[in-house]
């Protein structure tokens, strides 16, 4: 292979300015992980009301939760950033698209609100299965106890269905982690952006995603080793994988 | 608000949407799809089979690949893939690899990782009587394999493959970032050179919505169709 190696281009100054490449990567390492956790933030909370719908009694809003859940998991989150991003300033009155035009930082807060939208289509499915799962005794038995709806959900179900769906909330939050990167295309410069942004200044490709490699590496081990640990705080002894 | 809608764009572009763009979204897809299929079958037999360092390099390469986003990976194999072909030809220099090949084979690698934990589950959800029973009956490991346990975990798995598969199908889009023109990359064209952002942009949102929904309803009513034959 003809191919240059020259792994001390990470101490090389960049031609932005601010430091050597290294400092870059790591600028986007930041980035990626501030988008990926308001994105977390706002998949969980919707996710949440979404999944809870979807189980409630009521016929309507278990149609919400369905026609939400439809729409976001059937269309590419590629393009639903760009509906975002490019469509949606078009459709508004013009005060607020052009509001949402000049917003500073919109490629940030755009790839958040889009990827935690995504994302929580995932979530919701999820927590839907979590609860599905409980034995149906566990309702029943809050409702004949007095407690309202609200409250079986509050204190019964959401309770032990957060804990029977935690292993695969971590899988879903490395998958918000990893599609903050298809935000590249709305001009957002994370890790994979300043991967790419590296190897065109500097013509070493495969040192510059070599490191974006280990570095979102990095991140999964840190993830799973952080949700293993809660995992095991909030396990209740003699239930599920409890102690 | 669609007071300046402009439907004649899509009509006008709808030729080279469909039949440049879609074909190739679909043809990526579908050759993805098998490719992922095998290799992933592959490596799901590797990661259980009885020799340590044949699952080892199996689970490492499933988990490097899930560990890492579909973009980083295609920029990867963009920029690897004509040395791998230099090294695998012997020619002097780096050798010239059209957009779709490299796509394909990006897909087929990203894809064969999910793909292999399906058919690891699938060949797991196998009861262990029947491989011991295929070898008392004299047949070896790949014929017990080959007629017995993966045609099994495939029929099992169908359902969670072809819900991959629509994955699959939403992921293409992102060859986006290589500026192939699949179904979104032509929309993309279009809507910049006529300056009609929203109306393409709406329009390829309805397409993939409307396939993906077609193709998952599809699934269910499969899945409902087999689960009553187990």
């Known amino acids: ?243 | 608000m669609f007071s300046n809608f402009d439907f004649d764009v899509i009509r006008r572009s709808l030729g080279y949407l469909f039949f440049d763009g879609m074909t190739f979204t679909l043809t990526l897809t579908a050759l993805s799809a098998v490719g992922g299929l095998m290799f992933g079958t592959l490596l799901a037999l590797m990661r259980l089979s009885g020799l340590k360092l044949l699952s080892r390099i199996a689970g490492l390469y499933v988990d490097l690949m899930r560990s890492l986003p579909l973009v980083l990976v295609i920029f990867w194999f963009y920029f690897l893939v004509p040395y791998i072909g230099q090294w695998l030809t012997g020619a002097s220099r780096p050798i010239k690899v059209g957009a779709f090949a490299s796509s394909l084979i990006t897909f087929i690698m990203f894809e064969a990782a999910y793909f292999s934990e399906i058919m690891r589950a699938g060949i797991q959800s196998i009861s262990r009587g029947q491989p011991a029973a295929a070898s008392a009956l004299g047949l070896t490991y790949s014929q017990s394999m080959r007629y017995i346990v993966l045609p099994q975990a495939f029929r099992n798995m169908l359902p969670v493959l072809l819900t991959q598969t629509i994955v699959l199908f939403q992921d293409t889009s992102l060859v986006y970032v290589l500026s192939i023109p699949d179904f979104l990359g032509a929309a993309s064209k279009v809507a910049q050179r006529d300056g009609r952002l929203v109306e393409m942009y709406l329009f390829a949102a309805v397409v993939y919505f409307v396939i993906s929904c077609v193709a998952s309803y599809g699934v269910r009513r499969l899945q409902a169709r087999i689960a009553i034959v187990r």
Request: net charge positive; with cysteine; hydrophobic share 50%.
């Open chain 1, 1 to 243: 292979m003809n191919y240059n190696w020259n792994w001390g281009i990470f101490w090389q100054p960049s031609p932005n300015g601010t430091g050597n490449y290294l400092d870059m990567l790591l600028s986007g390492l930041v980035l990626t992980i501030e988008t990926a956790l308001l994105a977390w933030i706002i998949a969980l909370v919707l996710g949440t009301i979404v999944g809870v719908m979807r189980t409630l009694p009521s016929k309507t809003a278990s149609t919400i939760g369905f026609c939400y859940v439809e729409f976001f998991r059937n269309i590419p989150l590629l393009v639903q950033l760009f509906l975002w991003f490019f469509v949606l300033p078009e459709l508004l009155p013009r005060d607020a698209g052009m509001w949402l035009k000049q917003m500073p930082n919109a490629p940030f807060w755009t790839a958040s609100i889009g990827v935690g939208l995504f994302m929580s289509v995932r979530v919701a499915e999820q927590l839907r299965a979590g609860i599905g799962s409980l034995p149906r005794g566990q309702k029943m038995a809050a409702t004949a106890l007095g407690l309202t709806t609200t409250q079986a959900y509050r204190y019964v179900l959401l309770p032990i269905a957060f804990r029977v769906i935690l292993p695969p909330l971590t899988s879903e939050f490395l998958s918000t982690i990893k599609n903050t990167s298809v935000a590249i295309t709305i001009g957002l410069i994370e890790l994979t952006g300043q991967a790419r942004a590296m190897q065109e200044f500097s013509f070493q490709v495969f040192e510059a995603f070599t490191a974006a490699t280990v570095l979102y590496l990095l991140i999964n081990i840190v993830v799973v080793i952080g949700m293993r640990f809660l995992e095991r705080q909030v396990a209740i002894p003699g239930y599920i994988s409890g102690k």
